[in-house]
């Protein structure tokens, strides 16, 4: 009896797309590189790293971050339908809070890398 209800359980689970977990998974992988790269940028600045190994590691922040909230805005948009459509709301509305707290992170990523390069220019 027992079994049987397992059984119906798990034929009642609703599968996220494999698509959607792969995005979701390069993003999760690119933020935790982001702030890695801003650790490193931090520690450069301490351990009198040269300009041009600093420039580097901004640039490489500044196409991470564009790369990342461009997969991110699919994830938003694909929560906000399933949200809709699907009866388990709680993970969707978990989900799409931790993507709008990562584009908003990668925004301040990409404002921060244009600062330091206009301030390293001198204007």
Do not use: H, W
């Not at 977990?21 to 801003?38: A, D, E, G, K, P």
Request: proline content about 2%.
């Amino acid at each position: 009896m027992k079994k049987e209800k397992n059984s119906n359980e798990i034929k009642k689970r609703i599968k996220t797309p494999f698509l959607y977990r792969i995005t979701q998974t390069i993003v999760l992988s690119l933020l935790i590189f982001c702030f890695f790269l801003i650790i490193l940028y931090v520690v450069g600045n301490f351990q009198n790293f040269q300009d041009k190994s600093q420039q580097t590691i901004l640039s490489v922040l500044l196409f991470t971050s564009i790369l990342t909230s461009f997969l991110t805005i699919p994830i938003i948009i694909e929560n906000i339908i399933m949200i809709f459509t699907i009866k388990q709301k709680k993970n969707r509305i978990i989900s799409l809070i931790f993507m709008i707290f990562t584009i908003i992170f990668c925004i301040f990523c990409i404002i921060f890398c244009g600062a330091i390069e206009l301030i390293s220019e001198g204007f």
